[in-house]
């Protein structure tokens, strides 16, 4: 089983990133995904979710309006669009599946700064 973030890196408040997680090993389309978070000295919080066909989403309140997460079946990959993005919104960022069984990626690093 492999959960591949991507995407991540260093960008200016007010601007975009679009993560990539691709998904291998397991029967992507039949987990939900979602999308954590870890800034340093904190908890890892949850960004947002997405059920195993793509109909029903959740986001953190941090995020509303401004993160949009979605999913390819097809290509066994899940993405968080990122907007509006604020120095608080730094921390490392995590993809993962949850079924009956859980898996998490390695994370990819996302820095908000001028």
């Known amino acids: 089983v492999q959960l591949v973030e991507s995407g991540g890196g260093l960008v200016q408040p007010g601007g975009s990133l679009r993560l990539s997680c691709a998904a291998s090993?397991?029967?992507?389309?039949?987990?939900?995904m979602s999308w954590y978070r870890q800034a340093p000295g904190k908890e890892r919080e949850l960004v947002a979710g997405i059920n195993s066909y793509g109909g029903s989403t959740n986001y953190a309140d941090s995020v509303k309006g401004r993160f949009t997460i979605s999913r390819d079946n097809a290509k066994n990959t899940v993405f968080l669009q990122m907007n509006s993005l604020k120095p608080e919104d730094t921390a490392v960022y995590y993809c993962h599946a949850r079924r009956a069984q859980t898996y998490w990626g390695q994370g990819t690093q996302v820095t908000v700064s001028s």
């Open positions: 090993g397991f029967t992507f389309s039949s987990y939900a």
